[in-house]
């Protein structure tokens, strides 16, 4: 089990970036495959990133390529999701999650889960 702590939310305006951290507890972090998820006011819970154990392999969400970077660094055992372009549909709750597998996007593979921190958009 590992213990994740998500920082780094907060409200901005249309265009600006945002940089949110996921803190785990344990010495095994860098044994889980590790992503991050958004859940917007009345909808599912949907993948954002994905990053490998080692940080070498990662996958993104079609909503948010190309504006959205997710890292690692297991010497901090600490996950990254750096957004940039941020427009008002990115709006919601995200939740870093840590997975028993060394990568995966499928949310019901993800074992552990943060609380989440509040992401607002406005235009």
């Known amino acids: 089990q590992v213990q994740l702590v998500e920082s780094g939310g907060g409200s901005v305006q249309a265009g600006d970036s945002l940089r949110l951290s996921c803190a785990a507890s344990?010495?095994?972090?860098?044994?889980?495959?590790m992503g991050w998820f958004r859940q917007a006011p009345g909808k599912e819970r949907e993948f954002v990133a994905a990053?490998?154990?080692?940080?070498?392999?990662?996958s993104y969400a079609n909503s948010v390529k190309g504006r959205f970077t997710i890292s690692r660094d297991n010497a901090k055992n600490t996950v990254y999701l750096e957004m940039n372009s941020l427009k008002p549909e990115d709006t919601a709750v995200y939740y870093c999650?840590?997975?028993?597998?060394?990568?995966?996007?499928?949310?019901?593979?993800?074992?552990?889960w943060g609380q989440g921190t509040q992401v607002t958009v406005s235009s």
């Open positions: 999650a840590a997975a028993a597998s060394w990568f995966t996007t499928r949310a019901a593979e993800y074992i552990n």
């Open positions: 344990g010495r095994t972090f860098s044994s889980y495959g």
């Open positions: 990053i490998s154990q080692s940080g070498g392999r990662t």
